[in-house]
């Protein structure tokens, strides 16, 4: 069974800092899926990145990095310049064939991000 | 472009009520789910459709059945809610197996009192 480990519970850093996410996976599968989502205190989930097994740079999208490490099973997460907005819950999920045509998401438990002035 | 769309937003059951959570996408995806969130521990999965027509259990399936009346709805029902499905769900349209950005609804907060 695949698993998703977040051992940080809840995260400070400055405004305009980098901070780093932790991620670490679990799995058998050959070809699997890692993607980062936000949840603002709104409560909606937001995508933020992607990144497939098989690829072999790093994802990046704007402010956002994905620094994923094959044989450490790691895929961290990384917010350049973080702004006050950033302040959410971040969640590290597995892409998981469940059929040929079906995937679903394992999710981990998630850190809370708090930016400060 | 709504993506997904669930309602309610939010409700209050009594213990034994049922009720059905609805959702509807409107990007075409094949693949539809509902997960419920719980305070530390995640996102985990009810039930899934991979297809119109096909449904199927995911990790949390007791107490709920589902019904995915056609490529856009996908509904979640609780037949005799209890106090242990207090939660939000999500309903999510599918993109996963195919590696593209996959579309969360904004979530139903449930409470059962």
């Known amino acids: 069974a695949q698993k998703i480990t977040q051992t940080q519970p809840g995260m400070f850093v400055q405004e305009k800092e980098a901070v780093t996410l932790d991620c670490t996976y679990d799995?058998?599968?050959?070809?699997?899926?890692l993607f980062w989502y936000k949840q603002p205190s709104s409560g909606e989930m937001i995508f933020l990145i992607y990144?497939?097994?098989?690829?072999?740079q790093n994802a990046t999208e704007g402010r956002y990095s994905l620094n994923f490490q094959k044989a450490r099973k790691s895929a961290n997460l990384v917010i350049s310049a973080s702004q006050l907005g950033d302040s959410a819950m971040y969640f590290c999920?597995?892409?998981?064939?469940?059929?040929?045509?079906?995937?679903?998401?394992?999710f981990g438990t998630g850190t809370r991000l708090q930016v400060t002035l | 472009n709504a993506g997904v769309t669930q309602t309610p937003k939010f409700q209050v059951l009594k213990t034994g009520q049922s009720m059905t959570l609805q959702c509807a996408q409107d990007m075409n995806h094949n693949s539809m789910y509902w997960y419920r969130q719980d305070p530390g521990m995640g996102l985990r999965l009810i039930y899934y459709s991979a297809s119109e027509g096909t449904t199927d259990k995911g990790e949390v399936p007791n107490g709920y059945n589902v019904s995915r009346l056609n490529k856009r709805e996908f509904s979640l029902r609780l037949e005799s809610a209890a106090p242990s499905q207090t939660s939000v769900y999500f309903c999510?349209?599918?993109?996963?197996?195919?590696?593209?950005?996959?579309?969360f609804g904004q979530g139903t907060r449930l409470t059962v009192v």
């Open positions: 799995t058998s599968d050959q070809s699997y899926g």
């Open positions: 999920a597995m892409r998981e064939a469940i059929t040929g045509t079906a995937s679903k998401l394992t």
């Open positions: 990144q497939g097994s098989y690829d072999e």
């Open positions: 999510a349209g599918g993109g996963w197996a195919e590696d593209t950005e996959a579309f």
